[in-house]
């Protein structure tokens, strides 16, 4: 009886998590408080799906390692060499609540549907590091209006300067965004005489994959402390804030579809143009879902005069904004007025 009631429970309790693995690293980061999170299990070590994973994981961590504070959840797939095709993915959905002292003490599920481009990352503080905090915000400065000039971050009231070194495009992407501009169409060195000798070169190194809803969200060098020179600023040009209406309809949320370029407002031409690209301009607009307008209602709203702006819209409805979706070049299309889009939302 004793051996079956043992039995019973042994298959009826299920445990809140997964068998411990032994060990957790970071691997590909510019110190050993940032990389690719790998996991050992059985001898091995293996990777973790970022299924689920979030600050509080990165935070259990960045414990673990004896690193400092969670500074963001990079993606592990931007951390170099990348992960062999024959290591595995071990774990899955990871759920720490913040407060364990390691990785093992957190729900997990084993790893069962995910691939080496699902690879977790972690931003910890090193430190090793004299001087890591996180910027408090974003700037650019000495150009034509907020959306160009030089790059420049803020910590404690003082204004630092940013390195070109390994800046690229991506990181110029998240900028634009957090800075709440257009796309990002230019990123350059650019000298800046009047900084120098004033204010000091604040970072270098950044890694962005080009989502990150901050910059302060990609991992960097070290921070306070730089190699380069003002010679070095880094120059950053982004489009002018993307906005969108409904015109023409007796509501906000129905009407011909006009985007704003360039501090003018024009049409969007209906080439290609189907469910998905009005589910994303109802979402951006904040208004319910798209009612799926027929042909005539469509054309109920009249032609519009003036530009052309947007033609071959593609988006794949996931998107939050209209400009995030593929489109050609502003202004470049083969469309009359006869074929604006018009958009018909349930809000």
């Not at 004896?66 to 095709?85: D, F, R």
């Not at 899955?92 to 390691?102: L, P």
């Not at 003490?105 to 890591?132: K, M, T, W």
Request: one cysteine or more; glycine letters at 10%; aromatic letters at 6%.
């Amino acid at each position: 009886m004793a051996l079956l009631f043992s039995l019973i429970l042994a298959i009826c309790t299920r445990p809140a998590f997964l068998a411990s693995p032994s060990g957790v690293r970071l691997v590909g980061g510019l110190h050993r408080c940032e990389g690719r999170v790998e996991v050992k299990q059985n001898g091995q070590w293996g990777t973790v799906c970022d299924d689920g994973w979030d600050i509080k994981d990165v935070a259990v961590v960045c414990q673990e390692l004896g690193c400092g504070a969670a500074n963001g959840t990079p993606s592990g797939i931007l951390y170099e060499p990348p992960a062999e095709n024959e290591q595995k993915v071990f774990i899955q959905e990871v759920g720490c609540t913040g407060t364990e002292d390691t990785l093992a003490q957190c729900e997990q599920e084993e790893a069962y549907n995910c691939l080496h481009n699902e690879d977790a990352g972690a931003l910890c503080e090193n430190p090793e590091s004299p001087f890591s905090p996180v910027p408090e915000n974003v700037r650019l400065a000495d150009g034509p209006g907020h959306c160009k000039g030089r790059v420049e971050v803020k910590h404690q009231n003082q204004w630092y300067s940013v390195c070109q070194t390994a800046w690229s495009l991506r990181a110029a992407k998240v900028v634009c965004r957090q800075l709440g501009c257009g796309r990002a169409v230019l990123t350059q060195k650019r000298c800046n005489k009047p900084a120098q000798g004033q204010r000091s070169m604040w970072l270098s190194q950044m890694s962005c994959s080009g989502r990150e809803a901050t910059l302060q969200d990609c991992p960097s060098g070290s921070w306070g402390k730089s190699t380069c020179i003002h010679d070095e600023d880094t120059w950053v040009e982004c489009e002018d804030p993307f906005d969108l209406r409904l015109v023409g309809g007796d509501k906000l949320c129905s009407g011909r579809l006009e985007v704003l370029h360039k501090g003018v407002w024009g049409s969007v031409c209906d080439d290609n143009w189907g469910e998905k690209e009005d589910q994303v301009v109802c979402k951006q607009l904040g208004c319910g879902k798209s009612l799926s307008p027929s042909f005539k209602d469509r054309k109920s709203y009249g032609p519009g005069v003036g530009r052309i702006w947007l033609d071959d819209v593609h988006c794949s409805g996931e998107e939050q904004s209209l400009e995030q979706c593929q489109h050609r070049f502003w202004g470049y299309h083969d469309c009359t007025h006869q074929e604006d889009v018009a958009v018909i939302c349930s809000g």
